[in-house]
């Protein structure tokens, strides 16, 4: 496996994201995880103001 830290300039393009890539997009990624994750633990637990607070004030859950 090559040593990425070693790769000469230019051999990867300029817009690729490597490892967890740009701040905006790791923080879309944890907005993502917290939706996915929160709301089954939020209702199992029955914290419905948690629950709630995942959603939208429109939803219909």
């Excluded at 070693?6 to 944890?30: K, Y």
Aim: charged share 30%; hydrophobic share 35%.
């Amino acid at each position: 496996m090559p040593d990425l830290h070693s790769l000469q300039t230019g051999s990867r393009p300029d817009r690729a994201i490597r490892n967890n890539g740009p701040d905006h997009l790791v923080l879309e990624r944890a907005k993502l995880r917290e939706l996915a994750e929160g709301w089954p633990s939020y209702r199992d637990a029955c914290e419905w103001k948690n629950f709630e607070s995942i959603f939208h004030s429109d939803a219909h859950v």
